[in-house]
């Protein structure tokens, strides 16, 4: 593999969260001879991309065009994070369009002109876990995503593997991810975005109440994974050529949001105080009470790296880049 600073590199979804995350860590390895892909719209995502270095930015509309006449040239890389992420979208034609046509598209594309090519898929896709939450894409079948954003993201997993393309490229089941650059995320974003805000407001930070006798209020646990951990795991799996199929991205660790509540309230050297509150209807039969990954597979490829802990990642997120109101710059760690 060509060092990253000999790389060309297309980055969809890049003025996104992880998207825009890689850019930086793409930087920070000396790569800058990236094509940003994303929709910047109406909203303030653009500002992620400020302090990044790249060579070119492509609307996502005009990117399969300019691929196939050639207009972009070659990549040796091809990130593929632009979708819809929204797990609480209904328009489910939307999602067909955007992320399972399109990443087909893409993907066929990467491999034509031998392009790697590594995209997002989502934990979203093991629904309530009872099949299991293992990287493992003998078991797809039986996997039943609890909503039509996860079911998306499964489409293309099922399709990769069908068609015969899965064991080329690299997809990535991204679990709770947090950090720095999720600002225009709005109901997206994640409990430590939303509630440094409360703590600063209110002095309290409100958590959704159980609907299962076997989980108590706020201790319904995720897989929560700081996003500089994030997309060190996925450009390892790209520079790892060796490396193909799915793999799970997240700390290997289940922790309670009332865990995570309280490295907020610590982080901000606030006193805990938590309110639980009803849940909306809308989504409590599509709630996740419990994620956890599987990561033997991605350590297996010799990924060696210590995983931030919850409170040092979440401390770091706070002090460094939400309270003072800061985004990624490659400039600084």
Known sequence: MKNWSEQRVLVTGGAGFIGSALVWALNRRGCENIVVCDILGTNEKWRNLTSLRFADYVEAEALLPRLQNGALGKFDLVLHLGACSA??????????RNNYEFTKDLALWSLANAARFVYASSAATYGDGSAGMEDDDTKLDTLRPLN???????LFDLHAKRAGFLNKIVGLKYFNIYGPNEDH??????????????????????LFKSYRPDFRDGEQKRD????????????????TPKANGLFNIGGGEAR???DLANAVFAALNEKPKIEFIEMPETIRDKYQYFTQANIARLRATG???????LENAVADYVRNYLVPDKRLDPAVA
Do not use: P
Not at 185 to 206: C, F, G, N, P, Y
Not at 303 to 309: L, R
């Open 87 to 96: 797990t609480t979208e209904k328009d489910a034609s939307y999602l067909i």
């Open 148 to 154: 039509m954003y996860g079911y998306s993201k499964h």
């Open 185 to 206: 995320k709005s109901d997206m974003r994640s409990l430590v975005h939303k509630s440094t805000a409360q703590v600063q407001a209110e002095k309290l930070i409100r």
């Open 224 to 239: 929560f994974l700081y996003v500089k951990d994030c997309v060190a795991m996925t450009l390892h799996l790209a520079a």
């Open 256 to 258: 309670t949001w009332i």
């Open 303 to 309: 990924y060696t790296e210590k995983i931030t802990s």
